[in-house]
């Protein structure tokens, strides 16, 4: 380096407040070929004099030419600068990562998932629409709500679900009616002489051992039963989880004679069986998606109208919105009016038309591309008695371009199966069985799959319509299975099929506040209906 290039580096050094020490520093600095890491380096750590000892300490914190390119295994600087004196620590402050690093995707609002949009290949404007409602009860429920209705639901209950335990092979030997058993209980009362009953379960209690006690009746007579845990089984089990009224389950055991009434003791109890589920797929040519929303809850207070806002933008302009072609709505769009005692002070909008009407015109802000469907929930104004009916043809009025059906609604979209279900006999599940929470509505869903019912117990806190065919029963295992009504949110997977607990638009009420239940409101949750590739976007 010549005289003329040192005095500029030197004039550098100055201007930015470092003193050079000794010839050695000299020679050192003027073998570098760029000095401003040097600078920064130093004035990062308070560094003033540059002895040639302190200049090879701020070349180990800055990236130099080797280390930029070198490959990750290469040690690298753990610090960019000095210790503080002050501190007496000896770490310093890490300016800027050196040597090659992978950069994590930033952690999400709720911890959602991340996306990939490879996966939603298709813009929904490219494909007709296609939707196959299976099952709807709007116009067809033949109930008068008499005894006979009500006794002809449950046989019809019990003969389905009977069918799924025969035909699944869930039985190990042909059930007998529960007379018949009773009939013979003494040659059935050893462990030797084992007999399948399959009947309608009524909860007793857990007695203090930890045994659950029920009653299983089938269309001759019912017989009360003992379960006790087997060994190795989950918490899922119903010796430990419990069962819900009027559940069908198939028992095996015989039964106990002795001072006491005697009673059936369950060694093994049959639920229908759920292998796992073959997802069907909308073809290559229309994979475009459908988005799932409910419990908007309009008219109340706390429905958040600017996180509306942010979504409506988001359909506008994001080019995963592009490919929504299906925006499935599953109850309780506005929040009703006498729903409870002492609503109409949580209430914005008070006339229950004016809060339809309100809905209409926040859906009207979705982009052409997208069609509705609206399922009602327990706010709606329709019978509250499930499956419920499709809102009123004056309601639906206001509406352009919606399919108005009920709840629940057994619907294909492109081949693909979907149950939407409201929700409402989440209540019920979270007060029947030890696993299921408010806080884990999924638990409420696989409970359902499981034994094959959407909402089993009559006289709880779901109010059900007694149709001579029982259509609560899952019939068919969906692709995808949707619920809401309890605000929180979730996506995943239950032996094959995808699971929706949908979100909504309402904010923490004045009785979740008191519950402590703290809501996941503003999550929108798409799934792609040839891929099966799920993305949640979060608004609020
Ligand atoms: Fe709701
Ligand atoms: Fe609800």
């Given at each position: 380096m010549v005289d003329g290039e040192w005095a500029e580096r030197q004039r550098q050094l100055t201007a930015a407040g470092l003193l050079v020490l000794g010839k050695a520093a000299q020679e050192r600095i003027q073998r570098?070929?760029?000095?401003s890491s040097l600078i920064e380096a130093a004035q990062r750590s308070n560094v003033v004099m540059l002895s040639e000892r302190t200049v090879e300490e701020m070349l180990t914190l800055v990236p130099s030419d080797q280390t930029i390119?070198?490959?990750?295994?290469t040690p690298r600087s753990e610090q960019a600068t000095l210790p503080?004196?002050?501190?007496?620590?000896t770490i310093g402050r890490t300016l800027a990562p050196v040597g090659t690093q992978v950069l994590a995707p930033p952690v999400r609002r709720y911890g959602l998932d991340h996306y990939s949009l490879?996966?939603?290949?298709?813009?929904?404007?490219?494909v007709d629409a296609e939707i196959e409602i299976h099952f709807d009860i709007t116009g067809h429920s033949t109930t008068e709500g008499k005894m006979q209705d009500i006794r002809s639901c449950f046989s019809d209950r019990l003969r389905q679900i009977r069918q799924m335990l025969i035909a699944g092979r869930a039985l190990p030997r042909r059930p007998i009616s529960t007379s018949e058993a009773w009939r013979n209980r003494q040659r059935h009362s050893s462990r030797d002489y084992e007999v399948t009953l399959v009947g309608l379960v009524s909860v007793d209690k857990w007695s203090k051992g930890g045994y659950l006690w029920f009653d299983i009746e089938d269309d001759s007579m019912q017989v009360r039963c003992m379960l006790k845990e087997p060994t190795g089984?989950?918490?899922?089990?119903p010796s430990l989880d419990g069962l819900m009224n009027d559940d069908v389950v198939g028992v095996s055991g015989h039964f106990v004679i002795g001072n006491r009434d005697p009673y059936f003791s369950v060694s093994d109890i049959h639920m229908p069986p759920l292998g796992v589920h073959p997802k069907a797929a909308a073809s290559e040519a229309e994979a475009v998606s459908a988005a799932f929303l409910s419990?908007?809850?309009?008219?109340?207070?706390?429905?958040?109208a600017p996180q509306w806002e942010k979504m409506i933008e988001w359909f506008r302009t994001d080019p995963l919105a592009r490919t929504v072609k299906y925006f499935v709505l599953s109850g309780d769009g506005v929040d009703g009016v006498?729903?409870?005692?002492?609503?109409e002070r949580h209430?914005?909008?008070?006339?229950l038309f004016n809060q339809y009407g309100e809905l209409a015109r926040l859906l009207?802000?979705?982009?052409?591309w997208v069609d509705l469907m609206i399922l009602p929930g327990?706010?709606?104004?329709?019978?509250?008695?499930?499956p419920q009916p499709a809102l009123d043809p004056e309601v639906q009025q206001?509406?352009?371009d919606a399919v108005f059906v009920g709840n629940p609604c057994d619907f294909s979209l492109h081949g693909v199966r979907i149950l939407s279900y409201h929700g409402k006999s989440i209540d019920d599940f979270v007060a029947g069985l030890?696993?299921?929470?408010y806080s884990s509505p999924e638990l409420a869903m696989r409970a359902m799959m499981e034994r094959r019912h959407l909402a089993p117990s009559w006289g709880g806190k779901t109010p059900l319509s007694p149709e001579?065919?029982?259509?609560?029963?899952?019939s068919t295992v969906p692709d995808i299975f949707v619920t809401g009504h309890v605000h929180g949110h979730y996506v995943g997977n239950h032996k094959g099929t995808t699971m929706v607990h949908s979100s909504t638009?309402?904010?923490?009420?004045d009785y979740q506040r008191m519950l402590g239940f703290q809501p996941k409101p503003c999550i929108l949750t798409v799934v792609n209906l040839h891929t099966h590739a799920t993305a949640s976007i979060p608004f609020a």
């Open positions: 570098l070929s760029d000095i390119d070198a490959p990750p295994s503080d004196p002050e501190s007496r620590s490879d996966d939603f290949p298709m813009q929904a404007k490219d089984v989950s918490s899922f089990h419990d908007v809850h309009v008219g109340s207070k706390t429905f958040l006498g729903i409870y005692p002492g609503q209430l914005a909008i008070k006339d009207e802000g979705l982009p052409d327990n706010h709606d104004a329709v019978r509250p008695a499930e206001d509406y352009s030890r696993s299921v929470t001579p065919e029982d259509r609560m029963v899952i638009w309402q904010d923490q009420t």
